[in-house]
């Protein structure tokens, strides 16, 4: 298996700098996310203080960044990391059922949006998952529930319909959703994961519906379940002025280190973490 020098997750500011960065130190780079990059990037109506970009639209922004990552020759591999492991001398991360290999991780992933649900994290691994095409087969011929958080997320209830007796979707958004007739949608607000007797139980305002498992798919997963044993702060990853964080070889940068949430602010620290990471890769 090809090992990577650095594997960059998050394609924002934050991580679109980092892999600049690293790729102008001559290392090898895997940078994991969108090619359309983010959302809330796409989304911005004007940005006043990034220099050289007076009064830019985010998609304006995207746009100059996809084509500064073309010219360097750094691609985006459009892969879901569900974790990441410490393995000693370099990192696993988790991708469905692939397995990559970086001997450091640059985390920039963003801020979680909202907080997880009641029950949620009691239940991570005891029916509920965050990663359906990795414990798919484990509901075979099962009922299951899936909480998607944007549309993106179909495709896994999509896959899962494939392998389960049914399955329940569950939209946190308000766009149509454009799945098979053999996943059932439920427009109803989830409140809360209870454990059952034979699985677990999605309660909402309305209604409790009984399954085997439940998926919970989000954009972006907290940094304490992304990375087994990493020291957080609230829903933000504990880093120093060299973007370390507290697993050596692991560093953060962008909204994922706290306030405030700038793209000029997530842009250097991505500079800084890439170069602490390349004088990481230099100790080892």
Not at 105 to 123: M, S
Not at 152 to 175: G, M, Q, T
Not at 182 to 206: F, L, M, P, S, Y
Request: proline share 5%.
């Amino acid at each position: 298996m090809d090992r990577f020098d650095i594997a960059i997750i998050g394609t924002g500011p934050a991580g679109v700098s980092a892999a600049i960065t690293a790729t102008i130190r001559n290392k090898k780079v895997l940078l994991l996310g969108s090619r359309e990059l983010t959302e809330k990037l796409q989304k911005a109506h004007r940005i006043q203080n990034y220099p050289g970009f007076p009064a830019v639209s985010g998609a304006e922004l995207a746009a100059a960044f996809q084509g500064h990552l073309a010219q360097m020759g750094i691609a985006i591999t459009e892969k879901r990391i569900n974790a990441v492991y410490a393995m000693g001398d370099y990192f696993a991360l988790q991708s469905g059922e692939d397995m990559l290999e970086a001997s450091a991780v640059i985390l920039a992933t963003g801020v979680v949006a909202g907080k997880p649900l009641p029950g949620e994290e009691e239940l991570l691994g005891r029916g509920v998952s965050y990663c359906a095409t990795c414990d798919a087969p484990l509901y075979r011929g099962k009922r299951a529930a899936v909480i998607g958080y944007s549309p993106r997320e179909e495709a896994e209830a999509a896959f899962l319909s494939e392998v389960c007796a049914e399955v329940l979707y569950f939209p946190v958004y308000k766009e149509e959703t454009a799945l098979p007739e053999t996943v059932r949608v439920i427009r109803e607000k989830v409140t809360c994961i209870e454990k059952t007797e034979d699985g677990v139980a999605v309660k909402t305002a309305e209604n409790g519906y009984t399954v085997d498992g439940a998926f919970v798919l989000r954009e972006a997963v907290a940094p304490g379940q992304l990375v087994p044993g990493l020291e957080t702060d609230g829903s933000h990853v504990a880093v120093n002025r060299q973007m370390e964080a507290s697993i050596p070889g692991v560093f953060a940068c962008g909204d994922i280190t706290g306030t405030p949430y700038q793209y000029v602010k997530a842009a250097g620290e991505g500079n800084v973490a890439a170069l602490s990471a390349v004088k990481y890769l230099d100790t080892l």
